[in-house]
């Protein structure tokens, strides 16, 4: 990335929630707009430059997640001179309401996207869902969604009990079914984990020619913390802008969960469950190749292995 000289992430350094909160309005405010849309959301944005990054995000998820606790979106438009716009719930809303839908229609009416180059919408679990459902929005553009549903609406997808508190919402009204409005875009990549039942069956509702499945068995429901932690969603975020998220561009991000410990960890824990000591001890001497990691050493010992030489 290039540096185009803001920093935002040092603009909310130490500041409390409700300090955070008025901080993150400021900076959209000067560079942008903010706008509350409801109670429970508000949109961000940033104006920097012909390429437009839409991020659907929780206020909780960004303070836990982004460096410096920015919106994602914030980031690239300090290092990259992208534009912005963030859609921040205070809550997972899967983003439904009229004051949402609202807010689109007027996007749409006034011309907002199509004054971009190339716009990229993104987001993860909910936000995902979000993120592809109103990507219709801006035909063409390219999506990014981190295990999104598909809807959660009961009679499609009531075999999914994990968020039964939200069906109460209608998912049958504008931008309600995330994989028909995904049908618009140049491209999408749907990223999640064939493990999680619940995710891999939303996964195969997104059924369009223009999707590519990226699968990361292992991961669980934490995809978009472990991409961060293991420093390969900026350039995710990156390629999919560029439309060069390829299988082959893919496989290499993916390979740096080799030396990520929570996925080493969970890969350990579902080796013993499986009874299979020779692939434990492979997996241990791998993470201790270049550290002393006291799990992985214990269990080392216990299978009575040497320890790997030092790097």
């Not at 995809?223 to 439309?243: C, N, P, Q, S, Y």
Request: proline residues 5%; negative net charge.
């Amino acid at each position: 990335m290039g540096d185009s000289g803001l920093d935002f992430s040092a603009d909310v350094s130490g500041l409390d929630r409700s300090g955070w909160s008025a901080r993150i309005d400021e900076i959209a405010e000067t560079h942008g707009f903010a706008e509350h849309l409801d109670g429970g959301h508000r949109a961000l944005f940033v104006d920097r430059g012909p390429v437009l990054l839409v991020c659907f995000e929780t206020a909780p998820q960004v303070r836990r997640i982004n460096e410096g606790s920015v919106p994602l979106g914030y980031g690239f438009a300090a290092t990259l001179d992208w534009s912005s716009l963030t859609l921040l719930a205070e809550a997972d809303s899967w983003f439904r309401g009229e004051a949402i839908y609202a807010f689109f229609d007027r996007l749409i009416d006034d011309g907002f996207f199509d004054a971009f180059d190339r716009v990229l919408f993104h987001g993860a679990g909910a936000c995902g869902y979000a993120a592809a459902a109103y990507s219709v929005c801006a035909p063409e553009a390219h999506v990014l969604a981190l295990r999104p549903q598909a809807t959660l609406d009961p009679r499609v997808a009531g075999w999914d009990r994990r968020f039964t508190g939200q069906r109460r919402q209608d998912f049958t009204a504008r931008f309600g079914y995330a994989p028909d409005m995904i049908e618009t875009a140049a491209r999408a990549w749907v990223v999640y984990d064939p493990r999680v039942a619940e995710d891999a069956m939303h996964a195969a509702l997104f059924r369009a020619r223009n999707v590519t499945f990226c699968r990361v068995p292992g991961l669980g429901d934490a995809i978009e913390k472990d991409f961060a932690r293991m420093e390969v969603l900026t350039d995710m975020v990156e390629m999919a802008m560029e439309g060069s998220l390829d299988a082959p561009a893919f496989a290499e991000l993916w390979r740096e969960r080799r030396d990520h410990v929570p996925y080493l960890r969970a890969l350990l824990h579902r080796l013993e469950a499986q009874g299979r000591p020779a692939m434990i001890a492979r997996v241990c001497r791998h993470a201790t190749r270049k550290q002393r990691r006291p799990l992985f050493l214990r269990k080392l010992e216990e299978l009575g292995v040497a320890e790997p030489a030092e790097a």
